[in-house]
């Protein structure tokens, strides 16, 4: 089994690069699923939901499927000379997949919650739609993106079914935390097992925590400050 810190630099990388990846992806996909109003939105609502119901191995086939060295998305990839199967690069995707449905569902919640008569007034006003996008919907929908991205970095710091089928378990480039878990239960290191057991849910924790100060934050700037004398009640309306 590769060093704790070798695991640990490996489930770091994996995870912020999933994460980093999906952030465009996740606002591309809010901003469908928030403003859109066609016979495509239903369906497209099932295609980043079932990464969140079906079983993580199911998910990971797939993806060996479509992205393994015979499958079509492969094969494109091929010439290039890019590999996903038993690659970083598929530990990454695996990842970005699994973590999909937490990354887009909290940030498409917070824009469908934006005033419609904001980026209409915009519009009157003769901003482009990039301009409203930067100025209007991503402040405001700024608390739904830190969650998801937060969930989603914790999602595939716990990743593992999809992982261990598209990526494979090797030490030092794809064996994350979880597949280093599971190695040493079935090599029987039992201490070892606790001890990166203990490391994945202090991990765990503080991502919570960080969730949490995030959110409360988010919630005191939004509320504004509280008046107390009738001046200041005053001075606000």
């Given at each position: 089994m590769a060093?704790?810190?070798?695991?640990l630099r490996v489930s770091l990388l994996v995870s912020t690069g999933a994460t980093l990846l999906l952030i465009p992806i996740a606002l591309l996909l809010a901003r469908l699923l928030s403003r859109g109003r066609g016979w495509w939105k239903r369906p497209l609502e099932v295609l980043i939901t079932l990464p969140l119901v079906l079983p993580p191995t199911v998910t990971g086939f797939l993806l060996l499927v479509l992205f393994g060295r015979y499958g079509p998305f492969g094969r494109l990839l091929a010439p290039l000379?890019?590999?996903v199967a038993f690659t970083a690069g598929g530990a990454v995707l695996a990842c970005m997949v699994v973590a999909l449905p937490l990354a887009v569902r909290p940030l498409a919640v917070a824009m469908s919650q934006i005033d419609p008569s904001l980026p209409k007034a915009a519009r009157t006003l003769g901003a482009s739609e990039w301009r409203i996008f930067w100025d209007i919907t991503l402040p405001l929908s700024l608390r739904g993106?830190?969650?998801?991205v937060l969930l989603a970095f914790a999602r595939s710091l716990g990743e593992f079914g999809a992982t261990i089928i598209v990526a494979?378990?090797?030490p030092g480039i794809t064996q994350t935390l979880p597949l280093a878990i599971y190695t040493a239960v079935?090599?029987?290191?039992?201490?070892?097992a606790l001890l990166l057991t203990l490391v994945s849910v202090?991990?765990?924790?503080?991502?919570?925590?960080?969730?949490?100060r995030v959110e409360g934050s988010m919630l005191a700037i939004s509320a504004g400050?509280?008046?107390?004398?009738?001046?200041?009640?005053?001075?606000t309306r």
């Amino acid at each position: 089994m590769a060093g704790l810190w070798d695991i640990l630099r490996v489930s770091l990388l994996v995870s912020t690069g999933a994460t980093l990846l999906l952030i465009p992806i996740a606002l591309l996909l809010a901003r469908l699923l928030s403003r859109g109003r066609g016979w495509w939105k239903r369906p497209l609502e099932v295609l980043i939901t079932l990464p969140l119901v079906l079983p993580p191995t199911v998910t990971g086939f797939l993806l060996l499927v479509l992205f393994g060295r015979y499958g079509p998305f492969g094969r494109l990839l091929a010439p290039l000379g890019l590999e996903v199967a038993f690659t970083a690069g598929g530990a990454v995707l695996a990842c970005m997949v699994v973590a999909l449905p937490l990354a887009v569902r909290p940030l498409a919640v917070a824009m469908s919650q934006i005033d419609p008569s904001l980026p209409k007034a915009a519009r009157t006003l003769g901003a482009s739609e990039w301009r409203i996008f930067w100025d209007i919907t991503l402040p405001l929908s700024l608390r739904g993106l830190v969650a998801g991205v937060l969930l989603a970095f914790a999602r595939s710091l716990g990743e593992f079914g999809a992982t261990i089928i598209v990526a494979g378990n090797i030490p030092g480039i794809t064996q994350t935390l979880p597949l280093a878990i599971y190695t040493a239960v079935t090599t029987g290191r039992e201490q070892s097992a606790l001890l990166l057991t203990l490391v994945s849910v202090g991990l765990a924790v503080l991502l919570v925590l960080i969730l949490a100060r995030v959110e409360g934050s988010m919630l005191a700037i939004s509320a504004g400050p509280i008046p107390h004398t009738p001046e200041e009640t005053e001075k606000t309306r």
